[in-house]
């Protein structure tokens, strides 16, 4: 079964500051993906990639960077964090684009 | 613009019946979608997924009809569990030229004993 983590799972930051979320997955997967997931709004895609070194703008890009520095390791950068950015991220790999995608367990952003 | 819509919102039906959840889409390109359900508490997980090729796609309890025509598909979830209780996420993924999947907004199902 595919493994993907998410550290770290809370994490509370104040209005302007500055944030790292991580992401990694140990089965091989060519795909990753980060979401927001608010009440009403289900999961929107935030930024994706389909292999290290590569990042493509998703849904909701907006004040959110992204990078893959490895096949496993995908980091969603918050470089001025606002309240509008408190929600559950979860990152998400996949092996091709229609194919399963494995969740990881969510960050908890809480912005003050 | 949401490209993917889901109804009803909310759903509760009572243990032993048919749960019929809807999903529609716009793009004509997308030719994959998976059902992904979600747990209070826990990360969404893959339930069951069609292809346009089929019209209708069966694991155990829960069933996909898929209408290509008029862009719908709609999950049903027979004999009804309380464990079946979750978020149903109806998602699209577009077959050339795109690699991201578009999810809809959810459908939180509760199950009575």
């Known amino acids: 079964e595919a493994a993907v983590t998410q550290s770290p799972r809370n994490k509370v930051t104040v209005t302007g500051g500055n944030v790292t979320l991580s992401c990694r997955q140990t089965n091989s997967h060519n795909y990753m993906y980060w979401y927001r997931q608010d009440t009403g709004h289900g999961l929107r895609l935030i930024h994706y990639s389909y292999g290290a070194g590569n990042l493509q703008i998703g849904d909701v890009p907006d004040g959110y960077k992204a990078t893959r520095t490895t096949q496993e390791d995908f980091f969603l950068l918050l470089e001025l964090a606002s309240p509008s950015q408190t929600s559950l991220y979860f990152c998400a790999s996949s092996r091709v684009n229609q194919d399963t995608q494995y969740f990881g367990p969510g960050t908890r952003l809480l912005v003050l | 613009q949401q490209q993917v819509r889901q109804s009803p919102q909310s759903l509760t039906v009572w243990e032993g019946e048919t749960a019929i959840l809807n999903c529609s889409y716009e793009d004509s390109t997308f030719d994959y979608f998976p059902w992904y359900w979600q747990f209070p508490r826990e990360s969404p997980a893959l339930l069951i997924a069609?292809?346009?090729?089929?019209n209708k796609k069966e694991d155990g309890r829960f069933t996909i009809f898929f209408n290509k025509r008029e862009k719908k598909l709609s999950l049903h979830i027979t004999d009804s569990q309380p464990g079946d209780s979750a978020t149903y996420f109806c998602a699209a993924t577009p077959g050339t030229g795109g690699y991201k999947v578009v999810f809809g907004s959810g459908t939180r199902l509760l199950v009575s004993p």
């Open positions: 069609i292809r346009p090729v089929s």
